[in-house]
């Protein structure tokens, strides 16, 4: 089999090659090959040692970042390619990274301490696989299994136990018995995990296509990182609007809504404190009065504690804050809504409200999710029209208002935003000369 392997990675392969040196490449370049998607990165693994590594290519720039562990990058037409010397690691005492590395001769030797055996496979210079733990033939079978003893995999590093469900959403791909079981036996080691590793890991998987998949068979793992998920696992909603509990809901909120970031974390938390406001009346049916404002409340603890930037913070508890507003289908309520929260976030709002709707009883929620779809036309129209809704809209600025005699400071934004109100509330035409009448009259 013939790999579109780029020039750069090849030279590199015979350079080594030729002085006398295994080279292959390996890692998730390989698995993105034999899965037919187009690598981001290129390693190569080899038998010479860092500094004979750094002998052959003696005539290119070189970045010595990795020494310790064996790597030397070397840049290739610019690109830069990973060449690490075969090795073995000792244990792993923080339950993070190698106390030591030995380098070795032998590439069966380094394929063996990988994670998985999707990402064990090494290809060679004539286009060759070296796959002594059958990934190969679990790419085509579509299974995420660990290689060697799953449970010393993931004690090596807690990272892994994320590593593995990101694979299982993002390539669609089952995690295989054993490793799951340990996955679910090993979960604690997230504990030794940075924050910021276990973000990045999170964010993938939530926006992989079987996300939903993950979630609903490994609850357990996320909650060892966000404790506050735990009631919401078993929380029952007896409620005519809805035909799941509580986790169920979110799992299909999550799969409703597009496969973007900011989206997918609302759907994740958006009913996350739905467990501490459930109350049960006396017909037996369950309410969750004031669940929107706890549960923004808790995600952007939650978000903190996984170290998310400021603006998806913020965005993600905004939107949680709101989704389970009522908007009224009318201009005017469009008009006030995209004024508070702005276009892209105002449009966030509409799909988080039909992917809320989506995880409902749908014969109930049917006429909800029409009129949204209703909601999200006539908003884009207001746009295209250039209907005014916020202050840059207004066809009189500040300047105007210190015209008519008012001192400059805050009260000039004062009579601004009254004019916004006005205007948003179709009380005045949004025209100079009766925005101006009104600044006169008020002065």
């Known amino acids: 089999m013939k790999f579109d392997i780029p020039p750069g990675a090849r030279h590199i392969l015979q350079t080594l090659t030729d002085t006398g040196y295994e080279a292959y490449l390996v890692g998730g370049c390989v698995r993105d090959l034999l899965r037919e998607v187009e690598p981001h990165d290129w390693d190569i693994c080899t038998s010479a040692r860092p500094e004979e590594t750094e002998a052959c290519f003696a005539g290119h720039r070189i970045i010595e970042t990795g020494l310790k562990h064996g790597t030397v990058t070397v840049l290739e037409e610019g690109e830069p390619y990973e060449i690490t010397t075969y090795r073995t690691e000792g244990p792993y005492s923080d ?80 995690i295989e018995e054993k490793t799951a079981q340990a996955i679910h036996e090993n979960r604690r080691m997230l504990e030794h995990v940075a924050a910021e590793r276990i973000n990045v890991e999170l964010c993938k998987l939530l926006v992989g296509g079987k996300a939903g998949d993950i979630l609903r068979q490994y609850p357990d793992v996320l909650c060892e990182f966000w404790q506050p998920l735990e009631p919401l696992v078993t929380l029952e909603q007896n409620n005519p609007w809805h035909c799941w509990g509580g986790w169920e809901h979110t799992i299909h909120a999550v799969e409703a809504a597009p496969a973007d970031l900011m989206l997918r974390l609302t759907m994740l938390l958006h009913d996350i404190g739905k467990p501490s406001c459930k109350s049960t009346d006396e017909n037996g049916i369950d309410h969750f009065y004031g669940h929107p404002a706890v549960s923004a409340k808790l995600a952007g603890q939650m978000l903190q504690t996984l170290k998310f930037d400021n603006k998806t913070r913020e965005r993600v508890v905004t939107l949680v804050e709101y989704h389970d507003i009522q908007i009224p289908c009318r201009d005017r309520s469009i008009r006030k809504w995209l004024s508070r929260l702005g276009p892209e976030t105002f449009f966030q709002l509409l799909e988080v409200k ?58 000039v934004g004062q009579v601004l935003n009254g004019l916004l109100e006005r205007v948003l509330n179709g009380e005045i035409p949004n025209e100079r000369d009766a925005l101006l009448t009104l600044i006169d009259r008020t002065t």
């Open 354 to 411: 039909r992917a809320d709707g989506m995880g409902q009883s749908y014969e109930l929620v049917k006429d909800r999710l029409a009129e949204l779809e209703k909601m999200k036309s006539k908003a884009k129209e207001i746009i295209a029209q250039g209907q005014c809704f916020c202050l840059k809209d207004l066809s009189v600025n500040g300047q105007d208002v210190i015209a008519a005699g008012i001192a400059p400071g805050p009260e």
């Open 95 to 174: 339950s993070r990274r190698p106390d030591y590395v030995e380098f070795i001769s032998s590439l069966e030797a380094d394929l063996s301490r990988r994670d998985f055996t999707v990402n064990a496979i090494a290809i060679g210079l004539d286009d060759s696989l070296k796959d002594p733990f059958g990934g190969a033939d679990d790419i085509k079978a579509g299974v995420i299994r660990c290689v060697g003893e799953p449970a010393q995999r993931f004690q090596e590093d807690g990272l892994r136990v994320m590593r593995a469900l990101r694979f299982g959403a993002v390539f669609g791909y089952e």
